[in-house]
């Protein structure tokens, strides 16, 4: 039985949750990957080895979001031909897709492996810390054709409507990398590298079972090996609507990593503190940017369909009030989580502080691009995304690191309000939209 949602009919609120949902579970336990390291590594190791998985992992994290940004064209090509009832141009785009996306996946492995010492340094990594974090990034990079086939699935089956069987694989994935690093870490004391080879490990063992599983299954669209070929015109459906948000994402990622290496600069106990703060921040996020690949889906099918976004921006407030009250009062308990040093998770709670105000306002922010982005709208989305980081994010975290007695909460700060300036170019964008195509674009269901 096909496991999907068909976006072109029926009732919105529903379907919606129902489809996001699942898409919030697998990003949680996605992010455990990164988070189950560093966690394990805060009990076991040392704040050297904390360091050096929070600069690694972070580079890693950009990675991982250049890789899903490309992979959201897929999604949202693939929901278009699903909407326009057209099952063999679907099975010819995934075929052109796998192609696509292998090639990029050996490209990036030879680039990242050859290059993490310079990378480190780049990122500024403390020198105590600084072979630990080469070493995790040339292990992990090694491992990106697993990242890649991961997000390049489940974005085909984001793009069915079927967001149950990533859950399903990220679950096994999650599953492998706890007991990996607990092995690894705590009772071999490998440290950073051991929490690398740790999560390659439970990537491809996720991969795997996930082919096993999608050869089984009944898929709504037309496929056959003859699909599995490179196919221009595919693939440039597929980059048109995949490197937009991939550039976003990767320039965007590059923004952190700018105030990471700022950060850096002023000690270990701080980069430590931000490592942490980051890990808990990729939890606190989870709602809105589980709503945002929701949306892209759903109107990709579904053209417009404003209801949606407006259900999507009120459901993503209410979680966001809660997780603003968590980072912002209780940063303290939450970081304690990843770290027994006091003073790291000192530094952390400072950070969370900024992050807290943040989660009010991503609510609106990451709805809105999952909508732009299910319009096809994605050279916008990168444009406001790359503007705010570079024009406002960086410049304000790196003015304020200069005064003296300055705290992480005060270098933080650059990341709300940069988010500010991104949804009121939305709203702009939003009411330019409405302007031009009326009750063309943006109505759908309504």
């Known amino acids: 039985m096909k496991e999907t949602h068909n976006f072109t009919e029926g009732k919105i609120l529903g379907p919606l949750m129902r489809f996001a949902g699942p898409i919030l579970l697998a990003m949680f336990l996605q992010s455990m990957y990164g988070a189950v390291d560093l966690l394990i590594v805060g009990k076991f190791a040392s704040t050297v080895d904390v360091s050096a998985v929070a600069t690694g992992s972070q580079m890693m994290h950009s990675i991982t979001g250049v890789i899903t940004g490309l992979a959201m064209g897929v999604t949202i090509l693939l929901g278009q031909y699903i909407g326009e009832k057209k099952p063999e141009q679907a099975g010819k785009a995934i075929g052109s897709g796998i192609i696509l996306f292998l090639f990029i996946a050996v490209i990036m492995s030879i680039i990242f492996a050859g290059f993490a010492g310079s990378f480190a340094s780049v990122l500024r990594a403390p020198e105590e810390a600084y072979e630990g974090t080469v070493q995790y990034l040339q ?37 492998v990398n706890i007991f990996g690093d607990l092995l690894l870490v705590a009772v071999f004391k490998m440290g950073a590298a051991g929490a690398a080879f740790a999560t390659i490990a439970a990537q491809a063992v996720s991969v795997l079972l996930s082919f096993i599983i999608i050869s089984k299954r009944e898929l709504p669209f037309r496929f056959t090996k003859s699909y599995i070929k490179p196919d221009r015109f595919y693939m440039k459906k597929i980059l048109k609507y995949g490197v937009p948000v991939a550039m976003q994402d990767a320039l965007v990622s590059l923004s952190f990593l700018v105030i990471m290496a700022i950060i850096n600069n002023l000690g270990l106990t701080k980069s430590a503190g931000v490592g942490v703060a980051e890990k808990v921040c990729g939890f606190i996020m989870l709602v809105p940017a589980a709503y945002m690949q929701a949306l892209s889906a759903y109107v990709a099918q579904n053209v417009g369909a404003k209801k949606a976004l407006y259900y999507s921006i009120g459901t993503s407030i209410l979680a966001g009030t809660v997780m603003f009250y968590a980072a912002f009062f209780h940063g303290g308990v939450l970081a304690s989580i990843f770290s027994n040093d006091r003073e790291v998770i000192r530094q952390a709670a400072d950070y969370l502080k900024a992050y807290g105000i943040d989660c009010l306002l991503t609510a609106e922010l990451f709805c809105f691009n999952g909508y732009f982005s299910g319009l096809g709208k994605t050279t916008f989305v990168m444009l406001q995304g790359i503007f705010a980081a570079f024009c406002i994010r960086i410049p304000v975290s790196w003015a304020v690191s200069r005064l003296p007695g300055v705290n992480l909460f005060h270098i933080g700060l650059g990341i709300p309000i940069s988010t500010i300036v991104q949804i009121l170019i939305c709203l702009t964008f939003m009411l330019y939209l409405s302007k031009r195509y009326g009750k063309g674009v943006g109505n759908g269901k309504d």
């Open 139 to 175: 292990i992990c990079a090694s491992g990106i054709i697993f990242i890649t086939a991961f997000n390049a699935l489940g974005s085909i089956f984001r793009g069915i409507g079927d967001s149950k069987m990533p859950l399903l694989t990220v679950s096994i994935a999650c599953i």
